[in-house]
């Protein structure tokens, strides 16, 4: 999984949310946007680029606890729809794994 389709999901998930919960039409909330940039700067500085182990065995802790609570309601709310959308098995299985990382303390 590089980092570009990553990202991608990432964006996915919080537009869906944004669109859902902050009843926004195109674009996202300042909020949003915000996590958004948030997410992908952790993943431009992730030390292992495309080469990353699965996350869920990364030893680094890259969110704030405050920007963690945030992208965890994001996939709360939209993994599941996402899953629903695009049933491609790889990006349930990203789904899963970016779950469990964010989710484990
Ligand atoms: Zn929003």
């Keep these: 999984m590089s980092i570009e389709k990553e990202?991608?999901?990432?964006e996915k998930m919080i537009?869906?949310?944004?669109?859902g919960k902050h009843r926004t039409k195109d674009d996202l909330?300042?909020?949003?946007?915000?996590?958004?940039?948030?997410?992908?700067?952790r993943l431009d500085l992730c030390p292992f680029g495309d080469n990353?182990?699965?996350?869920?065995?990364?030893?680094?802790h890259c969110y704030t606890p405050?920007?963690?609570?945030?992208?965890?309601?994001?996939m709360k709310y939209s993994g599941p729809r996402m899953i629903f959308?695009?049933?491609?098995?790889?990006?349930?299985?990203?789904?899963?794994?970016?779950?469990d990382r964010i989710t484990e303390d």
């Design 7 to 10: 990202k991608h999901v990432i």
């Design 15 to 19: 537009v869906i949310y944004c669109h």
């Design 29 to 41: 909330c300042s909020e949003c946007q915000r996590l958004k940039h948030y997410a992908f700067k």
């Design 52 to 60: 990353k182990p699965s996350c869920r065995k990364c030893p680094i």
């Design 66 to 74: 405050e920007m963690k609570e945030k992208i965890r309601q994001v």
């Design 85 to 99: 959308h695009a049933p491609v098995e790889w990006l349930k299985h990203r789904i899963e794994e970016i779950l």
